[in-house]
Nanobody
Framework: QVQLVESGGGLVQAGGSLRLSCAAS????????MGWFRQAPGKEREFVAA????????YYPDSAKDRFTISRDNAKNTVYLQMNSLKPEDTAVYYC?????????????????????WGQGTQVTVSS
């Protein structure tokens, strides 16, 4: 049974940084892509970052480029999201997700239907 547990969320002032972690278990983590998504109240879930199965490729929307960095440690079955220069509009619940296809890469990892397991989410609040 796949289990994803996020941590590292919290309250931070605008311009600050947070590092989110997502610990995975119950499957062969190193063979699957991972993604981060977020959802603010009243809004749809949106893509934040993705990393392919071996960490060689990363993907970001324009809103996250140059501020967010996704990485993974396959020895620890953990994916990270380093968030810098945070803005109030980054306030949301952040979810990590496990890819559904073996050895997946490509810009399609921006889509929610590329993932079949989700964590419970961690709240990030950025004050102005």
């Amino acid at each position: 049974q796949v289990q994803l547990v996020e941590s590292g969320g919290g309250l931070v002032q605008a311009g600050g940084s947070l590092r989110l972690s997502c610990a995975a278990s119950g499957y062969i983590f190193s063979r699957y892509a991972m993604g981060w998504f977020r959802q603010a109240p009243g809004k749809e879930r949106e893509f934040v970052a993705a990393i392919n199965w071996n960490g060689g490729q990363t993907y970001y929307p324009d809103s996250a480029k140059d501020r967010f960095t996704i990485s993974r440690d396959n020895a620890k079955n953990t994916v990270y999201l380093q968030m810098n220069s945070l803005k109030p509009e980054d306030t949301a619940v952040y979810y990590c997700a496990a890819g559904r296809r073996l050895f997946a890469s490509g810009s399609g990892l921006q889509r929610t239907d590329e993932y079949n397991s989700w964590g419970q989410g961690t709240q990030v609040t950025v004050s102005s």
